[in-house]
Structures are given as C-alpha cells and as structure tokens.
C-alpha cells in the first residue's frame, strides 16, 4: 500500500519509483522462470474520482450504479514499452496465435483463459534469433499483455447449429 499519481509514480518514504522497477527485479530470476509473478498494487493512481454510470433495468428503471471503467479487456501485442512482431508471410505473431486459441477453445473456454493460452503461446514457441550487427545475434521475443475489469466470465456460443 502506498500512494501514487497519474504518470504511474509510487510513493515510497524517501523516494518514488515505476511499478516496472518493482517487477524488474524478477524478470532476471533464473529459479521464478515459468512461475506466476503476482503483483497487486493498492494505490491512486490520479486525482479524479470516479462516478459511476447508472444501468438500466427491465422497465427501463435505472438500477445500480457501477464503475464507468467496469467490463473493459484491453489486450496488447507486447509489453509496455517492447516491440510487436510481423512475420512478411504470416502477418502479425499476436494475432495468429490469438486466433489459434480461439479456433481451439473459443467453445469451451473463458476469455481470459483462452488469452493465457495465446500468452503462454507467446511466450514458449514465439522465438526467432537473427543475425545483427557484426557477430551478434539478435534474438527476437514477445510478450503479449492484457487488462481485464470484466465483472463476468465471457464465453462465446456457437450459434451455427
């Protein structure tokens, strides 16, 4: 628990820092590798306060009031600040996973399972090494994100039968 502002800074007691700094320091851990990194921030993160948006009911009576940001899935090709790939005959790398899982699971599984199977893709058969500059090689990687304020599992239906 801390305080923060809306350029993402964290409050410590004698300085501030990036919630990255955080998660940096375990991006090198040989023994965390392939193991879920849980990081849960209790902060603001700006100044403004959030209001609210009323939802209808049947009757077209307004019901409760719910955060307006609630039911949102932002999903991302890379990582903050990380590069996205294309393969020239294949198109992007995100998106032909994505469809991948969800030619395989979109029946069966909820959404943010079917995207942990597009990140786990991602992050275990998605790796290309180049030659760069000189003798180096380039290794090229991606890790694909998302955030999730859905307030419900989301599941898709087959309709063609």
């Known amino acids: 628990m801390t305080h923060g502002d809306q350029s993402g ?31 849960i921030f209790q902060a603001c993160r700006g100044s403004r306060k959030e209001e609210g ?11 409760l009031i719910i955060p307006s940001h ?3 899935l932002m ?3 890379c990582f903050e600040g990380y590069s996205s790939y294309i393969d020239p005959n294949h198109g992007s790398w995100f998106i032909q996973d994505f469809c991948k899982d969800l030619n395989e699971y979109a029946f069966t599984e909820d959404m943010l399972s079917i995207l942990t199977h597009t990140m786990r893709r ?21 890790m694909p994100a998302f955030s999730s304020t859905l307030t419900k599992l989301l599941y898709f239906y087959d309709t063609s039968s």
């Open 122 to 142: 991602a992050a275990y058969t998605r790796c290309y090494e180049t030659e760069g500059n000189g003798n180096k090689t380039d290794r090229l990687l991606q």
């Open 75 to 77: 999903v991302y090709s």
């Open 9 to 39: 800074r964290l409050e410590a007691k004698d300085f501030s820092y990036n919630a990255e700094e955080v998660w940096d320091y375990f991006k090198d851990t040989a023994n965390l590798a392939g193991k879920p990194k849980i990081f």
């Open 53 to 63: 948006v009323g939802v209808l009911q049947s009757g077209g009576q307004r019901g």
């Open 70 to 72: 609630a039911d949102y």
